[in-house]
């Protein structure tokens, strides 16, 4: 049988996760986490509070879920220009550029459900949800307000696993 793990999160500051595919410097932002940054902020705390061992125990189980998202309510993106400092040639040690930035603002609760089959999976999701700070790049804060368990998937949720 299904189980759902429902977890919001409040966004606590810009969030910014660009595509494999483009780099930091001009790449656009995606405006929610994607299924594998998702996983992955669930495998890394996994890790980090129980070890390499237990992250490899636990990582078919996190690979498996299927995850569904709300968006928050409203989002924003700031796109801006920055001046930067890249490493230089051979008599240069930096070179002072420009590069695009952008941050994604959000406004209202992040919600995802991850469903599962294994039922003793629970608990251990509903523990390292609580644990997650950020998804995709580090400094784009969220902050878990509520986490409960159900049978079935809430009206509203996009299922990003397709």
Request: hydrophobic residues 40%; positive net charge.
């Amino acid at each position: 049988m299904t189980q759902y793990i429902l977890l919001d999160y409040a966004p606590c500051a810009t969030f910014e996760l660009r595509p494999s595919n483009t780099t930091k410097t001009g790449g656009k932002t995606l405006l929610c986490p994607t299924p594998y940054a998702i996983k992955m902020a669930l495998l890394d705390r996994m890790i980090r509070h129980n070890g390499v061992d237990y992250g490899r125990e636990q990582f078919t189980k996190v690979r498996d879920l299927h995850v569904y998202l709300q968006p928050p309510q409203a989002q924003a993106v700031n796109r801006t220009f920055q001046k930067i400092l890249r490493p230089g040639g051979k008599n240069q040690i930096w070179i002072e550029t420009i590069a695009m930035r952008e941050f994604c603002i959000q406004t209202g609760v992040l919600r995802l459900a991850l469903a599962t089959e294994h039922a003793d999976f629970v608990p251990i999701v509903q523990k390292t949800g609580a644990a997650i700070n950020y998804f995709g790049q580090r400094g784009s804060f969220y902050q878990l307000e509520a986490c409960w368990q159900d049978d079935m998937l809430p009206d509203g949720y996009i299922d990003m696993s397709q």
